[in-house]
C-alpha cells in the first residue's frame, strides 16, 4: 500500500462534567473502598448529563479540533460521525453535529461510520479516500460515547470499566501521510460483545426482554479472539507500512481494560514507555478511546510533528484494526 498524503492538521476532545471516582463505584456497588480500582485499574471516569448529548460532545471536540487546526466550521468539506453507539438511529450523529456547528444549510455531505470501538479508525480511511481522490481539503472526524447508557451494573465486570466522553481531529493533505490501514473481522466471537436492542430484530414495539437494552461482554472470549489473530495482524500491518516496530515512536492502543493494555505490551513486545494509557483516567470510552488517547499524547508531546504512530484496538465482531501514521 503506498502511503496517502494526509496530515492530522488539529485534534480534540471533550469529558462530561461529572467525575465518577472509583471510590463513588464502590458505594455503587456495596463494595469496600478500594476494591473496584483494585480489580479494575481505573480510578475515575466521566459520566455524562442529560444535556451532554453524543452529538453536544461531539461539537465541543469538534470546536476544539478546529482551533488546533487554525480553521473554521465552514473550511469543511466532510463531517464523519464515529461513534460506537449512535446517539439515535435515524437521522445520523453526523447530521446532528453539521447542524451544531452552524452548518445545517451548508450542503457539506454528513454521515456516520460504525465499526464499534474501531470507528474512529474506519473513519479515518474513509477520510484518507475522499482527501486522495482530491473530494475533499478538510474533513471532520469525530468520536462521541455515553457508554453510562446502557450499562448492567448487575454484571460489573464489563460496567466498571467504561466512561463516556469525545474526540475529534481535523484532517487534510499535507506532509503528514498514513502509512498504512488494516482491519480484519473473525465473527466467531460475534457473541462477545453485544448490545441487542435498538435495531429491526429488538425493539420497543414488540417489547424487549429484560437486559437485551444492556451491553453484555464475555471478556474471556473476546480476550481468546483477539489473543489468536492480533500479533499476525500487526506484524502484516507494520510490513504494509514498511515500519518496524522498534521505529515507532508512539503506540496508541484502544483503551479497553487495565488487563488488555497491560497484555497488549507484554504480547506484542510494546516499549511500555511509547505505549499511551489513559484508562486509569478515563476508562473504556468505547470509539472515543483511541482519538482521545490521540489527543493526549498530542497535547502531552508524546507524539510530535514528523514522528510514527500506530493507532491499534479491538473492537465488537470481534474486529481487530490499526493505522500507522507519520504526524
Known amino acids: 500500500m503506498s502511503a496517502n498524503a494526509v496530515t492530522i492538521y488539529g485534534t480534540g476532545r471533550y469529558l462530561p462534567e461529572q467525575c465518577m471516582s472509583a471510590n463513588a463505584v464502590d458505594h455503587l456497588l456495596g463494595w469496600p473502598k478500594g476494591q473496584s480500582f483494585a480489580r479494575f485499574g481505573i480510578a475515575n471516569r466521566y459520566v455524562a448529563n442529560q444535556d451532554e448529548t453524543s452529538s453536544f460532545m461531539a461539537t465541543r471536540a469538534a470546536q476544539l479540533a478546529l482551533k488546533a487546526a487554525q480553521c473554521d466550521a465552514k473550511d469543511i468539506d466532510l463531517i464523519l460521525g464515529a461513534c460506537g453507539v449512535m446517539e439515535q438511529p435515524i437521522p445520523s450523529t453526523a447530521v446532528l ?130 489473543s489468536r489473530y492480533l500479533p499476525g495482524f500487526l506484524s502484516r500491518l507494520l510490513a504494509r507500512a514498511g515500519v518496524d516496530k522498534e521505529n515507532l515512536d508512539c503506540i496508541i492502543p484502544h483503551q479497553a481494560s487495565a488487563h488488555a493494555l497491560q497484555h497488549a505490551i507484554r504480547a506484542l513486545r510494546f516499549p511500555a514507555e511509547k505505549v499511551v494509557n489513559i484508562f486509569a483516567q478515563t476508562g473504556n470510552q468505547i470509539a472515543s478511546s483511541i482519538p482521545s488517547a490521540l489527543d493526549h499524547a498530542v497535547q502531552s508531546g508524546a507524539l510530535k510533528r514528523g514522528q510514527t504512530a500506530l493507532l491499534i484496538g479491538t473492537s465488537a465482531g470481534i474486529s481487530l484494526g490499526g493505522t500507522v501514521v507519520r504526524f
Not at 479516500?129 to 460489573?156: E, H, M, T, Y
Open 97 to 226: 453535529v453539521q447542524d451544531r456547528l452552524g452548518l445545517g444549510k451548508s450542503g457539506i455531505p454528513a454521515f456516520d461510520v460504525n465499526a464499534t470501538c474501531l470507528s474512529f479508525l474506519q473513519a479515518l480511511d474513509v477520510a484518507a479516500l475522499w482527501i486522495q481522490s482530491g473530494r475533499a481539503r478538510r474533513v471532520l472526524v469525530f468520536s462521541s460515547d455515553i457508554a453510562s447508557s446502557g450499562l448492567d451494573w448487575k454484571n460489573p465486570e464489563s460496567a466498571a470499566i467504561f466512561g463516556d466522553g469525545a474526540a475529534a481531529v481535523i484532517v487534510g493533505p499535507g506532509d503528514g501521510a498514513i502509512l498504512a490501514h488494516g482491519f480484519e473481522t473473525y465473527s466467531e466471537g460475534r457473541e462477545a460483545c453485544v448490545l441487542a436492542a435498538g435495531g429491526t430484530r429488538i425493539n420497543p414495539t414488540r417489547g424487549i426482554a429484560e437486559g437485551d437494552d444492556k451491553f453484555r461482554m464475555d471478556g474471556g472470549k473476546a480476550f481468546r479472539v483477539t
